[in-house]
């Protein structure tokens, strides 16, 4: 059974160290979540390597009190290991529900103590007995065997309730995946009472992980593929959604007025005009994101029009704190046509339309708030220009740059629309 272990330990790391060599080579690891996912392959390479040189010990080394210290030293490796894999998988599972539900969990301050004070504690009892006994050849249970598993639980624990907690914002089936580190493991425990040498947890760990890996990579080059082809589909549908003609008649027809009073101005308002109509039309052609402060200018021109539409009724703030990150041309230009056209443009005495753009440790914002007459945000399910040109908007920040858009709004408050976009995209 040495020897079977021996082959099937080596196996298994071979594909570990493949998958490592991939991540590192292709530079998969560039968010925050792939990056716990590599450290995860790396944790469990370590187990297998562990399990590798103790089988490779036992069937070499033939000095017993030599061949006991290397074993104790290849199963502190394994314990470390295994430590170090269910912590950096609650904080995948974290990252993962936090990236989908847009909420910001954050557990390393817990997480990370808990691995190195259970790591330390079972690498002692290798050598003290304090949790298990071993001389050797078998592992007994020791005086705080039953404290020593605290540690693992807690942590399985907390990524699970995390995903009952966030359950609205997962699939069914992404969660099943989610759980395959706990189920295969279970299935491998499940074989050991035939085969109880079989060194079955680094394995079943090995075998959830691919499973993970290959499904959810999977998963993402479909719904990319989709996207692309919606991208593509949705072009004219961008452009005849930013020129719309009740607007451009509202433009053309204060020009028309200003070219009587005020000459300087209308020559000024064409000239906005033009520039509005370009990024409009340019935004076609546009299948990467922007730099923040070309959307700016944008943005700056429709407002600058609809300032001139709505005159006093119509205050315009702008707050750019940081503007040297990208997203997709016209996105904040949307959410300020929106906060005119549903919030300041419905209200009797006008209002304030506030632009800020600031980032923090792991994200970019810009918040685009008005102090309209605000909406339900259940109006938004039912269908409507607003409707789609949000959906499409999410769908192109997600594909893009993989960001998020959350939308707060309060009936006769006003509303707060802002896009939060990961620094390492």
């Not at 074993?71 to 170090?84: D, E, P």
Request: aromatic residues 12%.
């Amino acid at each position: 059974m040495d020897y079977v272990n021996i082959g099937i330990s080596a196996f298994m790391l071979a594909i570990m160290d493949i998958k490592l060599f991939g991540d590192i080579h292709m530079r998969k690891a560039t968010n925050r979540e792939r990056m716990q996912f590599t450290k995860m392959l790396l944790a469990d390479s370590v187990m297998l390597a562990a399990v590798l040189a103790a089988k490779i010990f036992v069937c070499v080394i033939k000095d017993e009190t030599l061949l006991t210290l290397l074993l104790r030293v290849a199963y502190s490796m394994y314990f470390v290991g295994f430590y170090i894999l269910l912590g950096f998988y609650s904080l995948y599972v974290t990252y993962y529900i936090s990236r989908m539900s847009g909420k910001s969990l954050e557990i390393r301050g817990f997480v990370m103590p808990l691995i190195v004070i259970y790591s330390v504690f079972w690498v002692i009892s290798l050598f003290k007995g304090v949790v298990v006994n071993y001389d050797g050849q078998t592992f007994e249970k020791g005086a705080l065997y039953f404290i020593g598993q605290v540690g693992g639980y807690s942590i399985m624990l907390l990524s699970v309730v995390y995903m009952i907690v966030y359950r609205q914002y997962l699939k069914t089936d992404s969660v099943m995946i989610l759980l395959s580190i706990v189920f295969f493991p279970l299935i491998g425990v499940f074989i050991r009472s035939f085969v109880p040498e079989l060194e079955v947890l680094p394995y079943s760990f090995c075998l959830s992980l691919i499973f993970m890996d290959n499904t959810f990579q999977y998963e993402q080059e479909r719904l990319i593929l989709e996207q692309e082809d919606k991208i593509s589909r949705d072009r004219i549908k961008i452009l005849f959604s930013q020129i719309k003609p009740h607007f451009l008649y509202n433009v053309l027809n204060s020009i028309y007025v200003l070219c009587e009073k005020d000459p300087e101005q209308a020559q000024e308002a064409i000239g906005r005009f033009s520039d509005y109509l370009r990024g409009n039309l340019g935004s076609i052609e546009l299948a990467d994101c922007i730099p923040l402060r070309k959307e700016m200018e944008h943005v700056s021109n429709y407002l600058s029009l609809e300032k001139m539409r709505f005159r006093d009724k119509l205050t315009i703030e702008y707050d750019i704190k940081d503007d040297f990150f990208a997203l997709p041309a016209l996105s904040v230009q949307l959410l300020a046509e929106n906060a005119v056209k549903h919030g300041i443009h419905k209200k009797e005495n006008g209002g304030t339309i506030h632009i800020e753009s600031f980032s923090e440790e792991d994200y970019y914002y810009v918040v685009v708030e008005d102090d309209g007459v605000g909406f339900d945000l259940s109006d938004i399910e039912q269908g409507g220009g607003l409707h789609i040109g949000l959906d499409n908007l999410k769908e192109r920040l997600l594909t893009m740059c993989n960001g998020l858009l959350i939308i707060e709004s309060t009936k006769g408050v006003g509303t707060k629309a802002t896009i939060k976009i990961p620094k390492n995209e």
